[in-house]
């Protein structure tokens, strides 16, 4: 599964940005998907992830409250709403599937490349 990561963008600190994974095959509703972000210098970390059905979802503590995740598996797509932003959620954010939602990326099987958001203040 080929995963292409998008939406990013520079935003000023309090506003919005809304990124989106699309999967190359029809087959992304078999994972569940992740979003992890990596800021420069620092290990790449878990922002929030959705089960296959899209029933259940997780968040980092960081990012609760203001972020959403969501998927239509109709048009094997995922996506990201981040609202409030702030410039410590400047990162590459990378999508990415796995068997089963987890909060390691290790666990995750396909990548998507990263798309750079810039919150500046």
């Known amino acids: 599964v080929q995963l292409q990561a998008s939406g990013g963008g520079l935003v000023q600190a309090g506003g919005s940005l809304r990124l989106s994974c699309a999967a190359s095959?029809?087959?992304?509703?078999?994972?569940?998907v992740g979003w992890f972000r990596q800021a420069p210098g620092k290990e790449r970390e878990f922002v929030a992830a959705?089960?296959?059905?899209?029933?259940?979802?997780y968040y980092a503590d960081s990012v609760k409250g203001r972020f959403t995740i969501s998927r239509d598996n109709a048009k094997n797509t995922v996506n990201l709403q981040m609202n409030s932003l702030k410039p410590e959620d400047t990162a590459a954010y990378y999508c990415?599937?796995?068997?089963?939602?987890?909060?390691?990326?290790?666990?995750?099987?396909?990548w998507g490349q990263g798309t750079l958001v810039t919150v500046s203040s």
């Open positions: 959705i089960s296959r059905s899209g029933g259940s979802s």
């Open positions: 095959e029809r087959t992304l509703s078999r994972y569940a």
């Open positions: 990415a599937a796995a068997v089963g939602w987890t909060m390691y990326h290790d666990e995750y099987v396909y």
